[in-house]
Every structure is written in structure tokens, then in C-alpha cells.
């Protein structure tokens, strides 16, 4: 256990030192300053703004200072969002979307343990039909189309829910459910094919035959190791939720990271897109991390090795 | 097929007992199966689900549309046309037309065009480079696994679409651009599954006799391992062409994806946001194309995987 943990923290901090020195080196590689589009600055500002982001020094001077800024968790400060840090925007908006996010794993899990429980339970009936629709549904449908889209309906046409942003609890509804139906469809197929092969096992067999009540045989028998799969797929759902938040958020004109990530992008704020994807990468990769050792702990027959997971953030 | 055994003993077989054979053999369908080859059974399962092959209908008429859909319509997808500004769907424009006058129908076949060339492609860099990797990983094992096996590891903990924004914010947006980004870390899930497939097969029997008779590392690699590990890759495949078409649509969603005039579904739909309460054509046809070919896609994935691995199905 302790070799495991130690691996994949090794593995993790190697991850992220890559993607350190990547950035930096990508967005050293970009032409040009990024003050070069500021029009109207006076010479004497620019050789001052670039002598304050320190881009008069050599190359690996920066390179050296920014890991160095990075240990002490100093991302530099934002070139579009005046007197701002990154690790200040960072702070503020992450907690929009921790709580969104958080909401969204949460709903993902039971909605998708649900559907995909009722499906297998009903199998080859109308309802596992329905569902599977549903599912296969919500895995094709891109969620800026479904967040377009209901936001219309139900905050723009009927006025259900407000439009924008996340003051009080009615309005997380709605970026909820955007958020969450990808994840949603992809617990319920998983849970749905594993139920259903688990169902058929002897030992619910012998269960049967003792006489236990189905209720039982299901919570005590079934579930157990019905679910292990789902486990594994928090570390990807997290990642679909965090990617899909980025556009869920500028939709919904949520001040979170998501939202601020796009802007840095379309107005390229180097250090906000840098310090961005970092943080952004450090989650996930915690994520996966944890997930890793719940697995383990919850399965002994695993060995503690590299696990799959479950493919591309958009599934 | 013991009743029919019976039957030829008689010694005489009327029409009547004709039926009864073929009825029986459909019951003993396993049995008949059998004496399929492998390749035959593949497709004889794939082709009885009607799920996949309707998958299948919709990819082949997206596609045919896609290489002429622009060639129909009188109008091509870039010259604006600032007299017909947002126009609904008519008998002059079958798909309406763009805010700028442009002719939906024709853009609509151009960004399928588009999106099917970025996913296809990224399919296929994936596909080179995993099966390059993962049979490097799988055959050699040892020093070489473990440190390709940890690289992998590395590189797969960076979050797909965190790259592909990154990258694409460097390199520009074009189609291409965006088909390297997305292979950077897309090849890694196919390698792990081809380095795991080979690590099963390369213990099996007939690789140790092609072995013996002098046969060298790669052709071992070529001949034997890949043709028989084809399934699971064929099937990832066809699942990461669509991921790849979302993440093209997400990109251009936010502004990194190909540029005007070039038109694919994303950035269609990405212009159509601002105005499609007013003009929702704008945003239907191509979000529903993209929808259909996701779905399609998917439908058409997991039939080739139940078609592969049959155990699998439930």
C-alpha cells in the first residue's frame, strides 16, 4: 500500500512538473510579448510592464524564478485583470465552482446508481429501455447545447429559475443539470451492466435459495459489488464536470473558475491560462489519486497497480 | 441437431420434415454459428443488431452528405449574402441561412466535412501511435515497459482537453492544429489497452512456434500480436471518434476551433448562441447533426463491442 501511495504520488508531482514546464515553454513560444496587442502605451510603460513580469531576464532565469514562485504557490499576477493574482482570482471564483461541482458529483452519483439500479431491475422491460434511450441520449448531446437550451426554457421563457448566476439555492438547478447528465448516463450504463451480471452470480443464488428477502439480497448482496466500477469512474467524472463547468459557467454567468478560464483564453492572459491549468490539473489529479485508494481499500482482489480509468474527459 | 439425424434414418424426407430441420437449426443457432470464421460470426452479430446497423445507416448517410451535401445546394457555404441575412428554412434555402447570409444547408455539410476529417484523423493518430507504443510496451516488456508505462502515466494524468486548449492557444486554430493537440495525450488509452493484449497473447503457443522458427521481434509484432488484439482497438476507434468531434465543438465553443469562413459544427453553433431565440435554425441544424453523429457513433461503438466480445453483452 504505502509502495502504491508513494508511486502515485511520485507519479503526480512528475505530472505536474511536466505540465509546469510545458506551459511555460508553450506560452514562451508564442511570438511576440503579450503587451504587443496594447496599443497607445507608451515606450517607457511597456519596457516597465516588461521588466515587472520580468521578461528582460534570460530564458531560464524566468524558467527558474516561476518554479521557484510555483513551490511557494505564486502563480504571478494576471496581464488582463488589473492589481489582480492568479492565486487570487484562483481563490475567489474556485469556490463557485467547488460548490457547483461538488452539487453536480453528488446528483451524477444517486441519479445514475438509480437509473442504472432500475434498469437492470426491470431488464428488457419498457423502463431498462427508457433509461438506456435516456443514456445513450445524454452521452451524445454536448452540454453547451443542453445548457442553451434549457436555460431558454426554464429560466428565459417561463421564468422557473433565474437566468444568471448562483445566489441562492434554486439557482443551481439549472447548471446542475447540465453538468451532471453526462455523468448521469455514463453511472447508469455502468451500474445497469455490472447489476446485471452481478444479479446473475451463484452466490445471489444461494442467497435466494436461503429465503433471503430481495430488498436484502439487493442492499447487502448485490450493491456492494455492483457498484465497484462506479467508484472508479469518479476520477473521470470529475474531469468531465470540471470541463463541462467551463462552458456550463459562461453560460450561466457563474463567476467561477470555468468562467474565468474562457476569458483568459479568448483574451490571452498567459499567466491566468497557465495558473488556470495547473490548479485545474492538480484537482484532477488528485481526484484520480483518491479514487485510486478507495479502490483499492474497497476491492483487496486489486492489485495496486496502474488502473485504466475510464478514457477522454468528454467520455 | 439430433433430431435430425433421426429423421435421414427413416430413409424417406418429405417437405414437411424440411421445415422441421430449419426450424431446429435456428433453435441450435450456437451450434450453427460455429462453423463460421471468426471474421464471419464479428459480422453476422453486428449485423443482427439493429441498434448498431441503424447507427451504422445514419454514419453512411452523414458521410454521404458530408462529401455532397455543399455540391447540392446552389449556394456555397462561404460567400455572404448580406440581402438574405437570417433567413428561415424555404425552398431557396433549405437550412435558412446565417447571420451573415450564408447558406445553412451548405455549411451545415461543410462542417460535417470538418468535424468528420478532425475526428477520422484524430482517430487514426491515436491508432498509429497507440499501437505503436502500446506494442513496444506489451512486446518488449522490462526496462522499456517501465519507463514508456511511466511516461504514459505521466502524461495521462494532464487533463485531455487542458492540453488541447493549451496547445491550441500556441500553435493557432486550424483543423490540423487541433488534430496534433488532441493526439498528444489521446494515444495513451489505446496503447495501455494494446500493451495489455499483447502482454496476454505474446505467452500463447503460436507465438513461441514462430519464434522458434527464427521469426524476429517486429514481425512477431505485426503478423501475430496486432492481428489478433484487433478487436479491442477497432472498437476503441470508433468510440474516440466522437470524443474527438466533441472536443473540436468545444473548442471552437470557445473560440478555438477553425476559423471563419471554414465552418464546422461547433463554430456554428457557437455563432448561433447570441441570436437563436430569434433564428433557432441557427442552432438546430448543426447541434442536431452533431447530436445525431454523436449518437450514431456511440450506438455504432458499443455494437462493434458487443459484436467483438460477446461476453461482454448484456
Known amino acids: 500500500m504505502i509502495r502504491f501511495l508513494l508511486r502515485k504520488t511520485v507519479n503526480i508531482v512528475l505530472s505536474l512538473f511536466v505540465l509546469a514546464t510545458a506551459t511555460f515553454f508553450l506560452m514562451k513560444a508564442i511570438p511576440g510579448d503579450p503587451f504587443m496587442q496594447e496599443k497607445n502605451v507608451p515606450d517607457v510603460v511597456r519596457q516597465n510592464l516588461i521588466k515587472f513580469y520580468g521578461f528582460d531576464k534570460p530564458m531560464w532565469e524566468q524558467y527558474l524564478v516561476y518554479l521557484n514562485n510555483l513551490i511557494h504557490l505564486d502563480l504571478g499576477m494576471s496581464m488582463r485583470q488589473q492589481y489582480q493574482s492568479v492565486s487570487d482570482i484562483i481563490a475567489r471564483s474556485f469556490t463557485y465552482s467547488l460548490q457547483l461541482g461538488l452539487v453536480a458529483i453528488v446528483v451524477s452519483i444517486i441519479v445514475g446508481i438509480a437509473v442504472g439500479l432500475i434498469a437492470a431491475l426491470y431488464h428488457r422491460k419498457l423502463i431498462d429501455k427508457l ?95 455492483g457498484l465497484l466500477p462506479v467508484v472508479s469512474y469518479v476520477g473521470p467524472m470529475t474531469a468531465n464536470i470540471i470541463t463541462g463547468s467551463v462552458v456550463v459557467e459562461s453560460i450561466f454567468g457563474i463567476a467561477g473558475l470555468g468562467k474565468f478560464f474562457t476569458m483568459s483564453v479568448s483574451n490571452r492572459d498567459y499567466t491566468l491560462i497557465m495558473g488556470i491549468t495547473l490548479f485545474y490539473a492538480a484537482i484532477l489529479m488528485f481526484a484520480r489519486f483518491l479514487t485510486d485508494i478507495a479502490y483499492a481499500l474497497i476491492d483487496p482482489r486489486i492489485k495496486m497497480m496502474k488502473k485504466g480509468g475510464g478514457g477522454h474527459a468528454a467520455g | 441437431m439430433q433430431p435430425a439425424e433421426m429423421n435421414t434414418q427413416d430413409g424417406h424426407i418429405d417437405s414437411a420434415q424440411f421445415a422441421r430441420i430449419e426450424k431446429q437449426a435456428k433453435v441450435t443457432e450456437v451450434g450453427v454459428t460455429r462453423s463460421r470464421s471468426a471474421g464471419q460470426e464479428i459480422w453476422y452479430r453486428l449485423r443482427t443488431n439493429h ?130 493537440a488532441m493526439s498528444i495525450t489521446g494515444w495513451i488509452n489505446m496503447s495501455w489497452i494494446v500493451r495489455g493484449q499483447i502482454m496476454q497473447l505474446k505467452n500463447q503457443e503460436y507465438v513461441l512456434a514462430s519464434r522458434s522458427m527464427g521469426a524476429g521481434g517486429f514481425h512477431i509484432l505485426l503478423r501475430h500480436l496486432v492481428p489478433n488484439s484487433l478487436g479491442p482497438i477497432i472498437v476503441t476507434v470508433a468510440l474516440s471518434v466522437p470524443s474527438a468531434i466533441f472536443a473540436e465543438a468545444f473548442l471552437s465553443f470557445l473560440g478555438l476551433g477553425v476559423q471563419s469562413p471554414a465552418a464546422s459544427w461547433g463554430v456554428m453553433i457557437n455563432d448561433a448562441l447570441s441570436s437563436w431565440k430569434m433564428y433557432p435554425w441557427q442552432l438546430l441544424f448543426p447541434a442536431g447533426m452533431l447530436t445525431i453523429t454523436m449518437l450514431a457513433f456511440n450506438i455504432f461503438g458499443d455494437g462493434l463491442r458487443d459484436a467483438f466480445d460477446p461476453k461482454m453483452k448484456v
Open chain 2, 51 to 180: 441498434w448498431a446497423m441503424f447507427g451504422l445507416y445514419v454514419l453512411a448517410v452523414v458521410i454521404i452528405m458530408a462529401i455532397i451535401g455543399p455540391l447540392i445546394s446552389q449556394y456555397d457555404y462561404y460567400t455572404t449574402n448580406l440581402d438574405a441575412t437570417n433567413q428561415a428554412p424555404s425552398s431557396e434555402y433549405w437550412f435558412g441561412t446565417d447571420n451573415l447570409g450564408r447558406d445553412m444547408f451548405s455549411r451545415t455539410w461543410k462542417g460535417a466535412q470538418i468535424s468528420l476529417t478532425v475526428g477520422l484523423a484524430a482517430a487514426l493518430a491515436d491508432l498509429l501511435i497507440g499501437v505503436l507504443m502500446g506494442g513496444i510496451m506489451g512486446y518488449f516488456g522490462g526496462k522499456v515497459d517501465e519507463f514508456l508505462n511511466r511516461f504514459s502515466e505521466v502524461l495521462y494524468a494532464i487533463p485531455y482537453l487542458l492540453v488541447v486548449i493549451l496547445v491550441s492557444v500556441v500553435l493557432g486554430s486550424n483543423m490540423w492544429t487541433i488534430v496534433l
Open chain 1, 131 to 225: 433509461a438506456m434511450l435516456f443514456a445513450t441520449l445524454g452521452i451524445a448531446v454536448p452540454n453547451f447545447v443542453l445548457g442553451t437550451i434549457i436555460q431558454y426554457y426554464f429560466a428565459n421563457k417561463f421564468r422557473f429559475f433565474d437566468v444568471a448566476g448562483l445566489n441562492d439555492p434554486s439557482d443551481f438547478v439549472l447548471p446542475t443539470i447540465a453538468l451532471s447528465v453526462l455523468p448521469i448516463a455514463f453511472i447508469a450504463r455502468l451500474t445497469r451492466s455490472t447489476m446485471l451480471e452481478v444479479l446473475s452470480a451463484d452466490y445471489i443464488r444461494t442467497a435466494k435459495a436461503k429465503g433471503i428477502g430481495s430488498l436484502t439480497i439487493l442492499i447487502r448482496h448485490a450493491l456492494r459489488n
